[in-house]
């Protein structure tokens, strides 16, 4: 079946980096765009970036435009999220999600992971 | 990126129906049949309940159902269980980027 598991989450300064891994199975990851989500506390589900099936494109959200980087490595079935200059305000928690079409242009996403989570504080 | 416009929170008493809203500019849902509906529970992961505005994946109560008019979706939960208290998220692919409303809780009374 598929599984996403997140990890790489943890306590962090603002304006540090950290480096959020999603490792999948259950699928062919060479087939599939992925997503990361995430949600702060007490607030909903919130777009962070896309990278589709072939790797071609990625997309962002304003929030974290040029802060953050999604890539992938499907020879190792994983998914990353570079996150630079971190902001108290990312907290959250951090979901990778799959895309729901088959080698097509990136969509909504179905398949869900459990999440880790990402505190940033001075 | 504006999210899309969902109601705070919505209720019903078991063996009602109820409709969730979810409005957004016109290019991210009036002209796109790529609209989806999440289910959400404290400290789970979302599950997708509805895609493309009206399907439902396997294994998804036919108690959900989903429908689009204009530049507003809609979820109807009919028959409504103790057990779909919750949060429930739409989201529309805006030809890249995604989406999502902020989120609507039902409570069951």
């Known amino acids: 079946q598929v599984q996403l598991v997140e990890s ?3 306590v962090g300064q603002p304006g540090t ?3 959020l891994s999603c490792e999948v199975s259950g699928f062919s990851l060479r087939s599939y765009g992925m997503h990361w989500v995430r949600q702060a506390p007490h607030k909903g589900l919130e777009w962070v970036a896309v990278i589709w099936y072939d790797g071609s494109k990625r997309y962002y959200a304003d929030a974290v435009n040029g802060r ?3 890539s992938r490595d499907n020879s190792k079935n994983m998914v990353y999220l570079q996150m630079n200059s971190l902001r108290v305000e990312d907290t959250a928690i951090y979901y990778c999600a799959r895309d729901a079409y088959w080698e097509a242009a990136a969509g909504n996403p179905d398949f869900w992971g459990q999440g880790t ?3 940033v504080s001075s | 990126q504006s999210a899309l416009t969902q109601p705070a929170s919505v209720s019903g008493s078991p063996g009602q129906s109820i409709t969730v809203s979810c409005s957004g500019i016109i290019s991210d849902v009036a002209n796109d049949d790529l609209v989806s509906w999440y289910q959400k ?3 789970k992961a979302p599950k997708l309940i509805i895609f493309e505005v009206h399907k439902r994946p396997s294994g998804v109560s036919n108690r959900f159902s989903g429908s689009k008019s204009g530049n507003t979706a809609s979820l109807t939960i009919s028959g409504l269980q103790p057990e779909d208290e919750g949060e429930y998220y ?5 030809g890249g980027p995604v989406v999502f409303g902020g989120g609507t809780t039902l409570t069951v009374l």
């Open chain 2, 41 to 43: 529970y404290p400290g």
């Open chain 1, 68 to 70: 953050f980087s999604i």
């Open chain 1, 17 to 19: 980096s950290l480096r």
């Open chain 1, 8 to 10: 790489g989450g943890g």
């Open chain 1, 117 to 119: 989570l990402v505190s």
């Open chain 2, 90 to 94: 739409c989201s529309s692919y805006a």
